[in-house]
DNA sequence: GCCGTTTTCGGCCCGACTGTTTTCAGTCG
């Protein structure tokens, strides 16, 4: 039987189109399968399993929002590279229109006619075709177009071709700079009586599109004025009485909409999203007879004649739906909304829960297999201080095994232990913990022998070379280098770098069985291009009961401060305090990475 | 085509903005 290897995001793709040929043909008519299609093509494209595995482990119904029938056309997918239904639906749609939906602003009726009015045969060069059509002033002639949309659609297409716009997603502190200093250009202005960055920002999405922000304000024609004229914007996109969004001139987009401060509640809820939980959430309202939007609550207090209730507070907002407040974080559709309703959300862990932190690189001499730190132990111990950890433990990488003799690496550990003994009697708050961040190597060994091992109080172990290794090699590898009774935490278990690289392929169900039987950590690497474990997996180990850990990586001082985004992945993962290791209290942390008990 | 605190049948979110229109269609989030 020939399984395609198609990914999943080629899978979303198809849906999506097929949902555009529904709507070009009738969208009256198949109005829900149009709905239905997109949302399995979303469930697919932020599946954290891949539908080719999904489908070997008759899996694929488990996805929210793919049923019997599209399960089934995703099987003959699987099995004959095509889908009889499919090329139904698509009968009569040229495939050139498909190629245009991702010019912004072109949908599928408008790349429908363009393609049939221009008669763009070629589907490889279609957006550039239409590019063409549209400096040649074909598009203002057809009818219900004119000058200003041709415009418009010239301009997208350049913006498209430069990657500007909706199609890059930014790290998600790189976006916090973005909006903090947008913030405050907005308070500068006497109408903005708060302005607050929403959206992917506020529920610490790893990446981020456009930037939202929302402004409370009772003149909101003069805050608009102002957010348009912000000196970094290269131009308006759209502006109304309400709401407006600017493109600045590194390429991203800003959205604004405004509120007067007594509806301000309705707005935080409105633009924090997600999309699918305001869905969820307005299903759940109209069936008590109230219909919800960044207004407020609209009761239906006779027939078909609705009343509005405004929202100063986000809090109230919730709990005029009965339920509970929900943390930005958990607002993806996952559960969330059912939980609330029964007053059941599970108390999420936060910052402050955080005693110490396990991954860091100081500068000590080690001659590492990979990049030494930039600061001083002491310097790193001052600011855990700060931090007011208990505790902190040193993990440079292991002495590169290419250069250096066991001996030599014994050497060089004692030499690193000798130094921590020495400035231990200069710390009054913080214990020091001696890890070490050690290589697995290809068949699965330690790049540091056992005889050296004994050195340490226990070892965070990582894939660091031959990413290309198959899912059962490199889970048979992982799980080799985490047997060692030393080895205590799998460092950023995916290997994935945001924008990156994908990470490699594990089975996290043997993962999560190992972990628990034998007492291992999985890590919640901090670091912004990782932050690694992603959140579906966090969720999954929680649910598995796997131990977690939050480690920030760093390899200087002020890198120490980016705890906070591995604390909002593991609450993007529904992590309280009890399923992370780092919020015990030195004593029991220690009982646990000795291998006892906990 | 999917799905269930009211349902295995009968529902399916809501509103802003733009351009080409004199009342609306298309797109977006």
């Given at each position: 039987?020939?399984?395609?290897?198609?990914?999943?995001?080629?899978?979303?793709?198809?849906?999506?189109?097929?949902?555009?040929?529904?709507?070009?043909?009738?969208?009256?008519?198949?109005?829900?399968?149009?709905?239905?299609?997109?949302?399995?093509?979303?469930?697919?494209?932020?599946?954290?399993?891949?539908?080719?595995?999904?489908?070997?482990?008759?899996?694929?119904?488990?996805?929210?929002?793919?049923?019997?029938?599209?399960?089934?056309?995703?099987?003959?997918?699987?099995?004959?590279?095509?889908?009889k239904?499919?090329?139904?639906?698509?009968?009569?749609?040229?495939?050139?229109?498909?190629?245009?939906?991702?010019?912004?602003t072109?949908?599928?009726?408008?790349?429908?006619?363009?393609?049939?009015?221009?008669?763009?045969?070629n589907?490889e060069?279609?957006?550039?075709?239409?590019?063409?059509?549209?400096?040649?002033?074909?598009?203002?002639?057809?009818?219900?177009?004119?000058?200003?949309?041709?415009?418009?659609?010239?301009?997208?297409?350049?913006?498209?071709?430069?990657?500007?716009?909706?199609?890059?997603?930014?790290?998600?502190?790189?976006?916090?700079?973005?909006?903090?200093?947008?913030?405050?250009?907005?308070?500068?202005?006497?109408?903005?009586?708060?302005?607050?960055?929403?959206?992917?920002l506020?529920?610490?999405?790893?990446?981020?599109?456009?930037?939202?922000?929302?402004?409370?304000?009772?003149?909101?024609?003069?805050?608009?004025?102002?957010?348009?004229?912000?000196?970094?914007?290269?131009?308006?996109?759209?502006?109304?009485?309400?709401?407006?969004?600017?493109?600045?001139?590194?390429g991203?987009?800003?959205?604004?909409?405004t509120?007067?401060?007594?509806?301000?509640?309705?707005?935080?809820?409105?633009?924090?999203?997600?999309?699918?939980?305001?869905?969820?959430?307005?299903?759940?309202?109209?069936s008590?007879?109230?219909?919800?939007?960044?207004?407020?609550?609209?009761?239906?207090?006779?027939?078909?004649?609705?009343?509005m209730?405004?929202?100063?507070?986000?809090?109230?907002?919730?709990?005029?739906?009965?339920?509970?407040?929900?943390?930005?974080?958990?607002?993806e559709?996952?559960?969330?909304?059912?939980?609330?309703?029964?007053?059941?959300?599970?108390?999420?862990?936060?910052?402050?829960?955080?005693?110490?932190?396990?991954?860091?690189?100081?500068?000590?001499?080690?001659?590492?297999?990979?990049?030494?730190?930039?600061?001083?132990?002491?310097?790193?111990?001052?600011?855990?201080?700060?931090?007011?950890?208990?505790?902190?433990?040193?993990?440079?990488?292991?002495?590169?095994?290419?250069?250096?003799?066991?001996?030599?690496?014994?050497?060089?550990?004692?030499?690193?232990?000798?130094?921590?003994?020495?400035?231990?009697?200069?710390?009054?708050?913080?214990?020091?913990?001696k890890?070490?961040?050690?290589?697995?190597?290809?068949?699965?060994?330690?790049?540091v022998?056992?005889?050296?091992?004994?050195?340490?109080?226990?070892?965070?172990?990582?894939?660091?070379?031959?990413?290309?290794?198959?899912?059962?090699?490199?889970?048979k590898?992982?799980?080799?280098?985490?047997?060692h009774?030393?080895?205590?935490?799998?460092?950023?278990?995916?290997?994935?770098?945001l924008?990156?690289?994908?990470?490699?392929?594990?089975?996290?169900?043997?993962?999560?069985?190992?972990?628990?039987?034998?007492?291992?950590a999985?890590?919640?690497?901090?670091?912004?291009?990782?932050?690694?474990?992603?959140?579906?997996?966090?969720?999954?180990?929680?649910?598995?009961?796997?131990?977690?850990?939050?480690?920030?990586?760093?390899?200087?001082?002020?890198?120490?401060?980016l705890?906070?985004?591995?604390?909002?992945?593991?609450?993007?993962?529904?992590a309280?305090?009890?399923?992370?290791?780092?919020?015990?209290?030195?004593?029991?942390?220690?009982?646990?990475?000795?291998?006892?008990?906990?």
């Amino acid at each position: 039987m020939l399984i395609l290897t198609m990914t999943n995001l080629e899978i979303a793709k198809l849906l999506r189109n097929v949902a555009a040929s529904y709507e070009i043909k009738d969208e009256n008519k198949f109005r829900f399968q149009i709905i239905a299609y997109k949302k399995a093509a979303d469930a697919i494209q932020n599946s954290s399993s891949e539908v080719k595995d999904l489908f070997k482990e008759k899996k694929l119904s488990s996805l929210p929002g793919v049923g019997p029938s599209i399960s089934s056309h995703l099987e003959e997918l699987l099995k004959t590279g095509k889908v009889k239904h499919f090329e139904w639906v698509m009968q009569g749609i040229p495939k050139t229109v498909f190629p245009l939906l991702d010019v912004p602003t072109v949908g599928p009726k408008k790349a429908f006619r363009l393609t049939t009015e221009l008669s763009l045969k070629n589907p490889e060069t279609a957006v550039n075709d239409l590019k063409i059509a549209a400096v040649q002033g074909k598009i203002a002639k057809i009818e219900g177009f004119g000058e200003k949309s041709q415009a418009d659609i010239l301009r997208a297409i350049s913006d498209f071709f430069l990657g500007k716009g909706k199609t890059t997603r930014m790290a998600l502190p790189y976006a916090f700079e973005i909006a903090e200093k947008l913030v405050s250009y907005l308070k500068t202005h006497p109408s903005v009586i708060q302005a607050i960055q929403l959206g992917s920002l506020r529920r610490m999405m790893p990446t981020v599109g456009d930037i939202d922000i929302a402004v409370a304000t009772s003149d909101p024609k003069s805050a608009i004025m102002h957010f348009i004229n912000y000196p970094y914007k290269e131009r308006i996109i759209e502006q109304g009485q309400e709401s407006a969004s600017i493109l600045l001139s590194n390429g991203k987009q800003i959205d604004l909409m405004t509120q007067p401060p007594k509806k301000f509640g309705a707005l935080l809820q409105h633009f924090t999203g997600s999309k699918n939980h305001n869905i969820k959430l307005r299903e759940y309202a109209l069936s008590k007879r109230l219909s919800l939007s960044e207004h407020g609550i609209k009761k239906e207090i006779a027939n078909d004649e609705w009343k509005m209730k405004n929202y100063s507070k986000e809090e109230d907002f919730y709990k005029a739906l009965g339920m509970d407040w929900i943390p930005p974080e958990l607002r993806e559709d996952t559960g969330e909304v059912e939980l609330a309703i029964k007053h059941k959300l599970p108390k999420l862990v936060e910052l402050p829960d955080v005693k110490g932190d396990l991954h860091i690189h100081s500068n000590f001499p080690i001659d590492p297999s990979h990049d030494l730190g930039k600061n001083s132990m002491k310097e790193m111990v001052a600011r855990a201080e700060e931090l007011k950890y208990e505790y902190l433990g040193f993990s440079e990488h292991n002495p590169s095994i290419s250069k250096h003799t066991k001996g030599e690496i014994y050497n060089l550990i004692s030499r690193r232990n000798a130094h921590i003994e020495q400035i231990k009697s200069h710390i009054k708050n913080v214990r020091i913990i001696k890890l070490l961040e050690i290589d697995i190597l290809v068949n699965g060994s330690l790049a540091v022998d056992n005889k050296s091992l004994e050195l340490l109080d226990g070892a965070i172990v990582s894939i660091h070379s031959s990413f290309g290794m198959n899912k059962e090699s490199m889970t048979k590898r992982v799980l080799q280098g985490l047997s060692h009774p030393k080895a205590k935490i799998l460092a950023h278990p995916t290997g994935r770098m945001l924008n990156q690289r994908p990470g490699y392929d594990l089975n996290f169900e043997k993962i999560f069985d190992f972990c628990k039987k034998y007492k291992k950590a999985l890590e919640i690497n901090s670091w912004p291009e990782r932050l690694d474990l992603p959140d579906s997996i966090i969720k999954q180990a929680v649910q598995n009961e796997v131990k977690l850990i939050i480690n920030t990586d760093s390899h200087s001082v002020s890198e120490m401060n980016l705890m906070r985004y591995g604390v909002a992945m593991a609450r993007r993962g529904w992590a309280k305090k009890s399923d992370i290791l780092n919020t015990l209290g030195y004593n029991e942390f220690i009982k646990w990475l000795k291998g006892g008990e906990l």
